[in-house]
């Protein structure tokens, strides 16, 4: 059962830590999280290396994740009898979405194996079904979206913008990390106010998510 895998994983990384299933405000979501409550103390050196040697993306719902999710709900259009690709899904928020929105195949992309265990394990949650995958390239170029939340957090992600419109025709981007960048084929679609459960306290301008839509130019 994937749940107690990523149990397992979770708790060899921080001990007591525990997951739970956290419904996500403003949506109609839920999602396997960690479970902050448990959690109320300070990590010790050895966790503290652990945890940045192995980050559990996927035990959090990141900010861009649920703006995107929430974007996708209130316009179904986007997705709607669409092929769809979610780029680094971690738990699964955006693919999840996707496919309650009425898209026709859903893909769950992420490296990292335990990601794909949470994306699992988060839409059976949600009554959804998945496809699954761990290499972008891999993939063929047959995507109607891509859809992207909460990469961009690293600059050196920046010459990813290009490779999203490799496998799909459109790219719909959430991100809260970098603010104002410029490509040509991006256009900002405004921004939205979210926030990372377990909540981290982030600043105030994390919690402001920018959405980008590019669409490949035609041959």
């Known amino acids: 059962m994937p749940v107690l895998d990523l149990q397992a994983a979770l708790s060899a990384l921080i001990g007591e830590a525990r997951l739970s299933v956290s419904h996500l405000p403003g949506t109609d979501l839920q999602l396997w999280l960690l479970d902050a409550q448990n ?14 040697d192995e980050p ?29 690709l979610d780029f680094g899904a971690g738990s699964g928020i955006a693919a ?5 929105a009425g898209a026709c195949e859903v893909v769950a992309c992420d490296l990292d194996p335990l990601a794909l265990e949470a994306c699992r394990a988060n839409a059976q949650l949600n009554g959804v079904t998945l ?14 979206l891509i859809l992207v939340a909460d990469v961009l957090y690293d600059r050196a992600n920046l010459p990813l913008l290009d490779q999203f ?6 790219a719909l981007v959430a991100d809260s990390r970098v603010r104002h960048f410029t490509h040509p084929l991006y256009r900002p679609l405004g921004t939205h106010e979210a926030l990372t459960l377990p909540d981290l306290a982030e600043p105030h301008e994390f919690r402001r998510v920018s959405l980008y839509h590019a669409r490949r130019e035609p041959l």
């Open 96 to 100: 999840i979405a996707a496919a309650r």
């Open 56 to 84: 559990p993306y996927w035990s959090f719902c990141w900010a861009s994740g649920l703006a995107l999710a929430r974007h996708l709900a209130a316009q179904p259009d986007w997705v709607r009898g669409k092929r769809v």
């Open 165 to 170: 419109l490799s496998r799909g025709r459109e």
């Open 131 to 144: 496809g699954y995958s761990s290499d972008f390239f891999a993939e063929a170029d047959r995507f109607d």
């Open 39 to 52: 959690m109320d103390r300070a990590f010790n050196q050895d966790e503290t290396r652990r945890i940045l």
